[in-house]
């Protein structure tokens, strides 16, 4: 089941397109059925879950915090995650590299970006982006890396809309990443929109009930 939903998505998705399947809330025998059929990077949005996990799975697994960061967690992840996508404050990513050099690490992270019309979910806009870019404390912070940009689509059928979100999004990334040469990762796409999200120029899709079931 799990393998065959797999291998389905992969097929679907190009070869450049990164696959991180979120096994949020699901237990480490699905997580094992993922890995058994070959995937290897997993996305979890919290970070005691993540750990959790990490010490039950096989060490060549790499993890993926999708989820908001809060500061007085990073020291916990610190130690071996691979990508942390939801970074959408200088604090956050201050921490991050705090926490990465006492873990002798450089560690690759996205910044998140608002380009949901909700007012919930979390993320920066363009001139924070910039801004945080262009700071002196940003040129400063040894330990950090940032490889690209993550965003999330309106929860919406509105198919126009999430098109305009993930071009108005993939035009950010393009015109930052003239700038930052270690920029090359656009994490756009879930279950229900990453095919619309690979055709606006995402490599990196981030799925969760479309492999393992609802959560
Ligand atoms: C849960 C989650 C996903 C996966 O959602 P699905 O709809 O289950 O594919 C992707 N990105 C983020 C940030 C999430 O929290």
């Avoid at 979890?44 to 096989?58: F, H, L, R, S």
């Avoid at 929109?193 to 120029?201: I, M, N």
Wanted: aromatic content about 6%; proline content about 2%; charged content about 25%.
């Amino acid at each position: 089941m799990i393998a065959d939903s797999l291998r389905a998505i992969r097929s679907s998705l190009p070869d450049d397109v990164v696959l991180v399947a979120v096994s949020k809330t699901k237990p480490v025998e699905m997580l094992m059925q993922a890995y058994d059929a070959g995937q290897r990077v997993f996305g979890e949005n919290k970070v005691q879950e993540m750990a959790d996990k990490a010490a039950q799975m096989p060490k060549d697994v790499e993890w993926h915090m999708i989820g908001h960061v809060q500061t007085n967690k990073v020291k916990y992840m610190a130690p071996f995650v691979s990508l942390i996508h939801g970074v959408d404050s200088m604090k956050v990513l201050a921490e991050v590299d705090k926490q990465a050099a006492k873990n002798n690490r450089i560690q690759d992270v996205l910044l998140q970006i608002h380009i949901a019309t909700e007012e919930t979910k979390f993320g920066l806009d363009k001139d924070e982006m910039k801004a945080i870019l262009a700071s002196g404390e940003f040129a400063a912070m040894k330990n950090v890396r940032v490889r690209g940009l993550m965003g999330m689509a309106s929860f919406t059928d509105d198919t126009q809309q999430i098109t305009r979100e993930f071009t108005y999004l993939k035009s950010i990334y393009d015109q930052t990443r003239a700038d930052y040469p270690d920029m090359n990762i656009l994490s756009m796409g879930m279950s229900g929109d990453y095919q619309l999200a690979v055709s606006c120029g995402s490599n990196m899709v981030r799925i969760g009930s479309s492999i393992f079931g609802h959560r």
